[in-house]
Antibody
Framework: EVQLVESGGGLVQPGRSLRLSCAASGFTFDDYAMHWVRQAPGKGLEWVSGISWNSGSIGYADSVKGRFTISRDNAKNSLYLQMNSLRAEDTALYYC?????????????WGQGTLVTVSS | EIVMTQSPATLSVSPGERATLSCRASQSVSSNLAWYQQKPGQAPRLLIYGASTRATGIPARFSGSGSGTEFTLTISSLQSEDFAVYYCQQYNNWPAFGQGTKLEIK
């Protein structure tokens, strides 16, 4: 069974940094692309960042480009999101998601999310 | 950047009736279009991918259609558990979600 468990969220002041982690199990982690998706309170889903199986292809939403960095450690079956220069508008529930299959693929599996609150 | 636009924002339908949700892409995404269902306090669940293929375990009352820039999710004979928020998402490029359609009980 695929399991994705996010951690690292919390309350942080504007301008500070936070690192999110996603522990994956139940599948061959280094075979699949992974993504971060966020959802601000009461709002819709926003794709944040994605990374290919071998980290050779990485993408970011314009809203986080230059501030967030996605990475993965295939030996540890883990996905990360380093978030710097945090803003109030980054406040959201951050989901880790696995693609359904190889190639162009939807997000078939989701964690339960970790909440990031940016406030002074 | 591909922009996804869903309509309507809110749809009020009675149980047992049919619901039709629309999604438009700002440029062609071929058939690389997925639909998700999200209920309060839960993570999104994949319903449809490839514009028209149901994901594992999804009831046959859910169907998707379209290609290119225009897509539709149809839920025939609405059940109580179907009232939720629905999102479309393209994966032809880096992912992009629509703003969602809230399906509420009439």
């Amino acid at each position: 069974e695929v399991q994705l468990v996010e951690s690292g969220g919390g309350l942080v002041q504007p301008g500070r940094s936070l690192r999110l982690s996603c522990a994956a199990s139940g599948f061959t982690f280094d075979d699949y692309a992974m993504h971060w998706v966020r959802q601000a309170p009461g709002k819709g889903l926003e794709w944040v960042s994605g990374i290919s199986w071998n980290s050779g292809s990485i993408g970011y939403a314009d809203s986080v480009k230059g501030r967030f960095t996605i990475s993965r450690d295939n030996a540890k079956n883990s996905l990360y999101l380093q978030m710097n220069s945090l803003r109030a508008e980054d406040t959201a529930l951050y989901y880790c998601a696995k693609v359904e299959d190889y190639g162009d693929s939807p997000l078939g599996y989701w964690g339960q999310g970790t909440l990031v609150t940016v406030s002074s | 950047e591909i922009v996804m636009t869903q309509s309507p924002a809110t749809l009020s339908v009675s149980p047992g009736e049919r619901a039709t949700l629309s999604c438009r892409a700002s440029q062609s995404v071929s058939s690389n279009l997925a639909w998700y269902q999200q209920k309060p306090g839960q993570a999104p669940r994949l319903l449809i991918y490839g514009a028209s293929t149901r994901a594992t375990g999804i009831p046959a009352r859910f169907s998707g259609s379209g290609s290119g820039t225009e897509f539709t999710l149809t839920i025939s004979s609405l059940q109580s558990e179907d009232f939720a928020v629905y999102y479309c998402q393209q994966y032809n490029n880096w992912p992009a979600f629509g703003q969602g359609t809230k399906l509420e009980i009439k």
